[in-house]
């Protein structure tokens, strides 16, 4: 089983600042990691899936980069809307697993 | 547009038993595979189960497997999670997703059911 950990836990940042958040797989089975954005009460929404290609309709502060075993997701320009628990996921083999999440605040 | 309604949620004893479904709508079910991934109260994410477009191959997590049986009808574009032997770590919501195939993301999710197991 694939394990990821994200880091940080929490993010707590302010409008207009740039995020940073990491996915660390605990072994490499290709670029099959997706991120997701959820926010309270609501079903997770598809944001970068291949490491790094954004998914349709999501805006382009959101970026996905790396590769192997460590994955990064950058949001360029925090808006207000941004602000939500963010966690990725391998799809590469089963069982498919998540991050535990990194919830991002003001 | 694409929509996943899940129904079925509730409130169960532990042991119990329950059906949650899945309606799909939008799109062309029998193209895509779906999956099943719930939600612990105040949790993050776990994966459930997953079902090929043609629903010759079912994958579970082991933390259901032997308990949860997931099919598909593709004539009524509808997914359903038979659970049996519910446990009290089985309270969640149940999300039903779909993606285009394997090594494919979940790139659209239902709203999700509540499953309640308490006595």
């Known amino acids: 089983e694939i394990v990821l950990t994200q880091s940080p836990g929490t993010l707590s940042l302010s409008p207009g600042e740039r995020a940073t958040l990491s996915c660390r797989a605990s072994?490499?089975?290709?670029?099959?990691l997706a991120w997701y954005q959820q926010k309270h009460g609501q079903a997770p929404r598809l944001l970068i899936y291949g490491a790094s290609r954004r998914a349709t309709g999501i805006p382009d502060r959101f970026s996905g980069s790396g590769s192997g075993t460590d994955f990064t997701l950058t949001i360029s320009r925090l808006e207000p809307e941004d602000f939500a628990v963010y966690y990725c996921q391998q799809y590469a083999s089963s069982p498919w697993t998540f991050g535990q999440g990194t919830k991002v605040e003001i | 547009q694409v929509q996943l309604v899940e129904s079925g949620g509730g409130l169960v004893k532990p042991g119990g038993s329950l059906r949650l479904s899945c309606a799909a709508s939008?799109?062309?079910?029998?193209?895509?595979?779906m999956s099943w991934i719930r939600q612990a109260p105040g949790k993050g994410l776990e994966w459930v189960s997953y079902?090929?477009?043609?629903?010759?191959?079912?994958y579970y997590a082991d933390s259901v497997k032997g308990r949860f049986t997931t099919s598909r009808d593709n004539a009524k574009n509808s997914l359903d999670l038979q659970m049996s032997s519910l446990r009290a770590e089985d309270t969640a919501v149940y999300f039903c997703a779909r993606a285009l195939r394997w090594l494919q993301p979940l790139d659209s999710w239902g709203q999700g059911t509540l499953v309640t197991v308490s006595s």
């Open positions: 072994q490499s089975d290709g670029n099959y």
């Open positions: 079902i090929s477009n043609s629903g010759n191959t079912i």
């Open positions: 939008g799109f062309t079910f029998s193209d895509y595979y």
